[in-house]
């Protein structure tokens, strides 16, 4: 055969086999591979194989029980990574276009930030009804990786306070958009309902609480704040529904850390004042490092910086109580950031 007609073949790498390739990399085992792949194991084993034949070195030891990368195969699996990442964008960006009437965003958030900017995505999707807008909930940890890797377009965080530097990389930007505060909240038949006074931190501990799970941000501040002032929460439940948690609460026997924008929103809650205060935090909007973003993400940030800007001015005769934030928002004004393309 002609070398100079058989080479091209060789050279050929498809997505698929990449893709396969990281998939038993990741579960060292053809076996699990392919089940989370939904393909056979015979395919699969062949796709990998014709990967080592066309780049001509063997990427896998199948010696032993356990499928382990061989040296060359640690080299090129983080090629293989970021090839595949940059196939994802690519991928991705053929579907936005500039006049924004078609598309699709995937925006990801935590059960507490997707409550706090419904009214964003709803606003985003009255403006924008040609982009298919995806709000995918998700513990911030993950959030982070999946906007540092380009599985999604942004994400909405929620970090400890103006300057927190616990959401941060050398892969992805965030940009505050408002500040919120965090307050105890009981149900309007809570024992502690109609306390005035400030509560102190170990009162405070001998409450059963609800709490969402460690996983998630907010939990991960309840528990900061704590260990800081000598706490020893009585955690009753956990959950990663905010849903459940309002209703284990409305029903009066537990209480909650929530921001005080979800207290002041529901009529059956209370907010209980603390001795000290339970600390501020920043809600912000994540974005790949040096990415080129589409039309609709551009669209997304200019968005969410005017909608944070105002969200507070509501007039108190919409609100189901006044808001205790209306000041607090005003000063956080000067922090919402438009991310730039």
């Not at 080592?52 to 983080?78: H, I, K, M, N, W």
């Not at 513990?139 to 306070?161: C, H, K, R, Y």
Request: hydrophobic content about 40%; glycine content about 6%.
């Amino acid at each position: 055969m002609d070398r100079n007609t058989a080479t091209p073949d060789r050279d050929t790498v498809s997505p698929r086999s990449i893709r396969y390739f990281l998939a038993v990399a990741e579960y060292c085992s053809f076996t699990r591979a392919a089940e989370v792949l939904c393909i056979s194991q015979p395919s699969l084993s062949q796709q990998v194989k014709q990967l080592e034949e066309s780049l001509g070195v063997q990427l896998l030891d199948r010696t032993s029980r356990t499928v382990r990368l061989t040296a060359a195969g640690e080299v090129y699996v983080r090629y293989a990574r970021r090839a595949l990442v940059e196939l994802t964008a690519g991928r991705r960006a053929l579907h936005q276009f500039q006049d924004l009437g078609r598309g699709m965003l995937e925006v990801g958030m935590t059960p507490i930030t997707q409550y706090l900017v419904a009214p964003l995505l709803e606003s985003f999707s009255s403006h924008y009804p040609g982009i298919e807008l995806h709000a995918l909930e998700m513990p911030q940890g993950d959030i982070e990786i999946a906007v540092g890797e380009d599985q999604i377009d942004l994400g909405i965080a929620f970090t400890n306070s103006l300057l927190s530097n616990d959401a941060r990389s050398s892969e992805i930007d965030t940009h505050v958009l408002f500040t919120e505060a965090l307050e105890l909240a009981v149900g309007n038949d809570h024992p502690r309902a109609e306390q005035q006074t400030p509560m102190s931190g170990q009162t405070l501990g001998q409450l059963p609480l609800v709490l969402l799970g460690g996983k998630f941000a907010l939990r991960r501040h309840v528990d900061l704040y704590c260990g800081e002032h000598q706490i020893t929460p009585h955690v009753a439940m956990e959950t990663n529904s905010l849903s459940i948690i309002l209703e284990m609460v409305r029903l009066g026997r537990l209480a909650t850390v929530l921001p005080s924008a979800i207290v002041c929103a529901q009529s059956e809650l209370r907010a209980v004042k603390l001795i000290p205060e339970l600390p501020q935090h920043a809600i912000t909007l994540i974005c790949r490092r040096g990415a080129s973003r589409s039309p609709a993400c551009i669209a997304f940030a200019e968005l969410a910086s005017e909608w944070s800007s105002h969200r507070c001015t509501a007039k108190s005769q919409e609100r189901l109580r006044p808001c205790p934030l209306a000041e607090s928002c005003d000063r956080s004004r000067q922090g919402a950031t438009v991310v730039s393309q």
